[in-house]
């Protein structure tokens, strides 16, 4: 069915579980100067306050309590982490081709700097920097991962930018 009503919905957050919340603060916060909105905070199974139902609904009855914080980025997309006491700690097998998230992307235009960075703090380079369109546009990436195992892309433009024709002219 298609609406006339159809337009781009924009990026509210994502949720990525972490082994450690500070560990994961500390990275995101001091690697990738995300802003920390949240503290890390505990999180009880209770069914008296709204956030309390809301997390049985969503996690069921299998859980006792968890660690959350909250971040943001520059353009103000949220990053909500994670952290199961009971959870498997280990980083999570990479595997693109299964249905699933994939990677998220973060853009900096000092590519070089912040993979340097991400390696300081126990990340991984997952190949070499590539350039998009080598003989048309100035445009890099690169996988990399976090500390924790959790892999994601750096582009040096955004999105529209890389993708779309005519967006850079030498």
């Known amino acids: 069915m298609t609406s006339s009503n159809n337009y781009p919905k924009s990026f509210s ?11 994961a603060v500390k990275f995101y916060s001091e690697v990738m ?4 909105i949240m503290e890390p905070s505990t999180v009880k199974k209770e069914k008296e306050t709204a956030i309390g139902q809301m997390c049985i609904d969503v996690f069921g009855d299998d859980w006792t309590t968890f660690e959350i914080a909250h971040l943001a980025t520059s353009d103000g997309i949220g990053i909500e982490l ?11 097998e990479f595997n693109p ?24 703090y126990g990340g ?3 190949m070499p920097i590539r350039s998009y369109y080598p003989n048309d546009k100035p445009f890099k990436m690169c996988y990399v991962e976090d500390p924790f195992g959790i892999v994601f892309e750096i582009y ?11 967006a850079y002219s030498k």
């Open 13 to 23: 957050h994502i949720g990525i579980t972490v082994p450690n919340i500070k560990e």
């Open 33 to 36: 100067g995300w802003y920390i």
């Open 82 to 92: 994670f952290s199961f006491p009971n959870g498997i700690k280990e980083a999570p």
């Open 97 to 120: 081709f299964n249905t699933g998230l994939f990677h998220f992307c973060v853009q900096d235009p000092n590519i070089e700097e912040l993979i340097d960075k991400i390696l300081s």
């Open 124 to 126: 991984k380079q997952r």
């Open 156 to 166: 040096t433009h955004s999105y529209e930018l890389t993708y779309s024709s005519g």
